[in-house]
């Protein structure tokens, strides 16, 4: 088996060192390769960096696995779409020091980085990235391509709606609900539900404007 990382940049390299540890435990991939669609195709962090359309080439379709490094919500959900639309597959990697209930619910193509905490009945839907150090209380439910950066904090019975980014250090206090595509800007302090499409700052959380694209990295 063959893991492919889509992704080449800073989220990459750590999503492949988080791949790389997990795999010397459990053998399970004979090669975890890298894939960057507007690079050349070289040697690269120790293993091959090449784009999508070269996969089949390296490995059959059952000899593949694939995982989305990218920390754009919107751009993470459509390479979900690619790989699906490709008949190829999501997998899943949690690293060993990462604290996961029996009791969560955790969908193909999610991550759970170092140190990470996933409480009771907790569900992450498809495709989320859970960074290091980041909690997620009893019974939230993270809908499907979303971001929590390190050490975000994400309360209790909480919703966060499709395709939002927690940033770094920010919290939402229990019972509060984001609807699709919100982002929550580094050390932010969420007391009230946020309406879809908004971008919040600040403590307590704000709504701020002067981001019409909604994108996370501009």
Known sequence: MKLFIYGANGAAIEIYDLAYRINMTNNKY???????????EIEYYGTKRIRFSSCKKVAGEEEMEFIIAVGEPSSRKLLADRIVDNGYKLTTLIDESAIVSETATIAPGCIINAGAIVSSKVCLDENCMVMYQAIIGHDAHVKSN????PKATVGGNSIVGERCFLGISSSMKQGVNLGNDVIIGMGSMVFRDVEAKNTVVGNPARITKGNSEHKVFI
Do not use: H
Request: proline content about 0%; aromatic content about 6%.
């Open 146 to 149: 979303c971001v929590i950066c």
């Open 30 to 40: 004979s090669e975890i390769i890298l894939i960057d669609d507007f690079q050349d």
